[in-house]
């Protein structure tokens, strides 16, 4: 009788340590998503920034001395 309270005893606080190994387990993996989705917005931000027209329009003249072609330069194929 006493080596079932003792089995019993030992499989309830396996159980209980499980449990809250689990919540510390859920608690980090939603606190990753949380970082995850802020890090996805900056990003997403960011990649707006970047495909600008005015950014890359000033890019294009300021860096690569590029210009915008006069009209005799366009040539309008039709297809």
């Not at 006493?2 to 499989?11: A, P, R, S, Y």
């Not at 190994?21 to 939603?30: F, R, S, T, V, W």
Request: proline share 4%; charged share 25%; aromatic share 8%.
């Amino acid at each position: 009788m006493l080596i079932i309270l003792i089995v019993e005893m030992f499989l309830y606080t396996w159980c209980r340590v499980q449990y809250l190994q689990y919540g510390y387990d859920i608690h980090a993996l939603e606190k990753r998503i949380d970082h995850l989705a802020s890090l996805k917005n900056e990003l997403q931000i960011e990649q707006a920034r970047l495909r600008s027209p005015e950014r890359i329009i000033q890019i294009a003249t300021k860096q690569l001395g590029l210009k915008m072609p006069s009209p005799g330069q366009v040539i309008e194929i039709d297809e």
